[in-house]
């Protein structure tokens, strides 16, 4: 006899003898003992699943014994028609190959006959969703009544490509990846007929190889035991497939929690050259810190899916990280699988994907720095236990060196007052700095004439339209208006007044300021007046007020915030700390 393959030689007779799916196999068992069977079934899952296998037992189902039963005789005469291929009234068809109109026509003259042997004419369609738009709608009438003696069984992958009138005529059944465990034991049952002796760790990287599909893992088992003989040992499934073991997943996944970007580095780069398939390597990941973060939230939940092994390592690494940083760790390895699926240089990619990975620990979030500011006890978040400590804030306005009693605390700080807001404020590395209203203003030195500011600024003129020829006539528009301490007013035409968007650009703004610290010194900043009207960095004029109007509700005054109080505030005092700054008082212009 010629030799079968493993998935044809174990391929299911009956319904108690398909794998992992439950469900559509007690659905179509009650539907048969009730006698309530439908004109079109539909079977929809991942390759490999069973929907074929499935479509073959229903059939036999329909044509064996005296009536329709899921309680059959695999070895009638019509059944080992069925399985073999060569039942006359139970057909067969390909989708991919017979997908145009003509040949369903053909179909659909040939439903008029009687069967030739059997209860039912049975139409089997693999991959129905390779049939044309024109084909569909040739069967659409048919589908929906069709003579008594037919039946038609529909089976695809891709169940988004069918029509949605094909789909209101038939019962569908969704099949689901079968589960590692359920592959694992059929394997193990498998090797035990055929006398072959496996190790259970190459049982379990089979199972996880094949991806929940049982076709699939018949087909790798077939591959080892072909190149290995009758003894099939973990490292040889791994070596065969170019897999990952667990443990070498789990060190690259406690590598990568810690942050220690080395270790990753060490650990990635000696599993490539081994010629490990990093796509591979990146599910097994995946994977791992998937299982993680559902046994963070309830161990329980994976007893019938994990190892001893596996959950003893999840129980260690469990403590060890937060299940905010496992998330953000787990949403990076899902981007990074679909990037090697088209990347060219997949070593590159991978490594520069794990070492930003293992720097998520230092990212410190939005959220994490206002709830510290917030709460006035609490601790600092650090970017890494090993960054040097912050230097001493220093404050040339003295300080509190003891926080006040709850009763200096008050309740709100009231607003710094409109000279301080319109004041610019210092900035100097390495500190940010908050600025503060100052109880006395210190006298602002003398500073160049009105006549050289002038001069200033048309140099600053000329220079701006040197380097923006297309906005030369823009700025040449805009005239000297006032110089007052640090601020220099300059007037913008109101025709103009689009304009004041792009000279107060960024990158605009720093040429003029720059020209005029050339020959000013740095210190001075532009105020742009429209007309003669506003500033634009005033609050713009209200409108009148309207006597139809109701009364507005007063506004309660503001609590005095004395300057001691402002510096003592245990919010103030941790928002110091944590962003490193220094409180310098601000004179008004």
Same mark, same amino acid.
């Given at each position: 006899?010629? %030799? ?5 030689? %174990?391929? $299911?007779?009956?319904?108690?003898e ?10 179509l068992?009650?539907a ?8 079109? %079934? ?28 899921a *309680? ?10 069925i ?13 991919a ?16 006959? +009687? ?39 529909f ?17 569908? !059944? ?13 394997l ?27 076709r ?10 072909? !190149?290995y003989?009758?003894? /099939? ?17 789990a *060190? ?7 942050? *220690? ?20 390597? &990146? ?9 993680? /973060?559902?046994?963070? /939230? &309830?161990?329980t939940a ?24 496992a ?12 990037r ?5 240089? @997949? ?13 998520l620990?230092?990212?410190i979030?939005?959220?994490s ?11 600092? $978040? ?6 040097a ?9 003295p300080?509190?060196?003891?926080? =006040?009693t709850? &009763?200096?605390?008050p309740?709100s ?29 210190p006298t ?6 009105s ?47 689009? @304009?004041? %968007?792009?000279l ?5 703004l720093?040429?003029?300021e720059?020209?005029?610290? *050339?020959?000013?010194?740095?210190g001075y ?17 209200? +409108? +009148? $007020?309207?006597? #139809? ?7 309660? =005054?503001?609590? #005095? ?15 110091? @700390? ?12």
């Amino acid at each position: 006899m010629a %030799y079968q393959v493993l998935a044809r030689k %174990y391929r $299911p007779q009956t319904f108690a003898e398909i794998v992992g799916q439950e469900t559509v196999v007690r659905t179509l068992t009650n539907a048969l003992r009730l006698g309530r069977i439908a004109q079109a %079934y539909l079977f929809v899952g991942p390759r490999g699943t069973g929907k074929t296998t499935t479509a073959r037992v229903l059939a036999k189902a329909l044509e064996a014994g005296d009536k329709p039963s899921a *309680d059959f005789d695999p070895a009638e005469p019509i059944c080992v028609e069925i399985a073999e291929g060569r039942c006359l009234d139970v057909l067969e068809i390909d989708g991919a190959s017979n997908n145009s109109v003509e040949q369903v026509r053909d179909l659909r003259d040939n439903v008029r006959y +009687a069967p030739a042997k059997g209860r039912y004419k049975i139409y089997i369609i693999d991959e129905v969703h390779m049939l044309s738009g024109a084909a569909f709608n040739a069967l659409l009438k048919t589908l929906e009544e069709p003579p008594a003696h037919v039946k038609f069984i529909f089976a695809t992958t891709e169940v988004h490509k069918l029509p949605a009138t094909i789909l209101s005529r038939c019962q569908r !059944f969704d099949l689901r990846r079968i589960p590692e465990p359920q592959l694992r034991d059929q394997l193990a049952h498998i090797c035990k007929l055929e006398k072959v002796v496996a190790e259970p760790g190459a049982l379990e990287a089979l199972a996880r190889y094949a991806e929940g599909g049982l076709r699939d893992a018949e087909s790798a088992l077939d591959q080892a035991i072909g !190149f290995y003989g009758d003894k /099939v040992s973990e490292a040889d499934v791994l070596t065969l497939f170019g897999l990952t073991g667990f443990a070498p997943v789990a *060190d690259l996944g406690r590598a990568l929690a810690a942050g *220690d970007v080395a270790a990753v580095l060490k650990l990635s780069r000696s599993l490539a050259s081994a010629g490990k398939d990093l796509g591979k390597l &990146s599910q097994d990941l995946l994977a791992f810190f998937r299982n993680l /973060v559902i046994y963070q /939230v &309830s161990p329980t939940a994976l007893e019938a899916e994990l190892t001893a092994a596996e959950k003893t390592v999840l129980a260690e690494m469990a403590p060890l990280i937060s299940r905010s940083a496992a998330l953000g760790i787990l949403d990076e390895l899902s981007q990074l699988e679909g990037r090697l699926r088209y990347a060219l240089a @997949k070593d590159v990619v991978f490594e520069v994907a794990l070492i930003q990975i293992s720097q998520l620990k230092e990212r410190i979030s939005l959220e994490s720095i206002l709830a510290t500011i917030g709460n006035a006890g609490g601790s600092i $978040p650090t970017a890494s236990a090993a960054a040097a400590p912050p230097s001493a804030p220093t404050s040339s306005a003295p300080r509190a060196t003891t926080p =006040p009693t709850p &009763s200096a605390v008050p309740a709100s700080i009231a607003p710094p007052s409109k000279a301080a807001l319109n004041a610019p404020a210092v900035v100097g590395p390495p500190h940010t700095v908050i600025t503060e209203p100052a109880k006395a203003a210190p006298t602002a030195p003398a500073g160049p004439s009105s006549a050289k500011v002038e001069e200033a600024w048309k140099k600053a003129v000329e220079d701006f339209a040197a380097a923006r020829p297309m906005e030369a006539d823009t700025i040449r528009a805009v005239q000297f208006h006032a110089a007052k301490a640090s601020l220099i007013e300059v007037t913008l035409p109101s025709a103009l007044e689009k @304009k004041l %968007y792009f000279l107060k650009s960024p990158r605009n703004l720093e040429l003029l300021e720059k020209s005029l610290a *050339d020959q000013l010194g740095a210190g001075y900043r532009l105020v742009f007046i429209i007309g003669e009207g506003r500033k634009v960095d005033e609050a713009p004029v209200p +409108a +009148a $007020p309207n006597p #139809n109007a109701a009364p507005a509700k007063p506004t309660p =005054p503001a609590p #005095n915030l004395s300057q001691e109080a402002f510096l003592n505030d245990p919010v103030i005092q941790n928002a110091l @700390k944590i962003f490193e700054a220094k409180i310098v008082p601000i004179a008004s212009p």
